[in-house]
Nanobody, 124 residues
Framework: QVELVESGGGLVQPGGSLTLSCKIS????????IGWFRQAPGVGREGVSC????????WYADSVKGRFTISRDNSKNTLYLQMIDLKPEDTARYFC?????????????????WGQGTLVTVSS
């Protein structure tokens, strides 16, 4: 059973930066991809970024490409999301999640486990 705990959210001004962390514990041999999705009030879930467990290939949504960077530190069992040039439309609760697919563009259609999320608010 995999457990994921997100942290690092907060209030930031437009143009600011934040780095989210996701501590991963437990074991599962069933997931091939891990990443971040977000959910804003009244808006559906949006896959933001993911990384392949096997070869570290990454994928980003067009809305964050060039501004967000996903990475992981296997020695710390931690997944990161570095976010720069934040915009008000990035305001959402951000969740890290595991996925059972190797299809990076559709990773968030096959979610297996996710955490409680961390809230990011971009506002002046």
């Amino acid at each position: 059973q995999v457990e994921l705990v997100e942290s690092g959210g907060g209030l930031v001004q437009p143009g600011g930066s934040l780095t989210l962390s996701c501590k991963i514990s437990g074991f599962s041999a069933d997931y091939y991809t891990i990443g971040w999705f977000r959910q804003a009030p009244g808006v559906g879930r949006e896959g933001v970024s993911c990384i392949s467990i096997s070869d570290d290939t990454t994928w980003y949504a067009d809305s964050v490409k060039g501004r967000f960077t996903i990475s992981r530190d296997n020695s710390k069992n931690t997944l990161y999301l570095q976010m720069i040039d934040l915009k008000p439309e990035d305001t959402a609760r951000y969740f890290c999640a595991t996925s059972s697919t190797t299809w990076l563009e559709g990773w968030d259609r096959y979610l297996e486990a996710w955490g409680q999320g961390t809230l990011v608010t971009v506002s002046s």
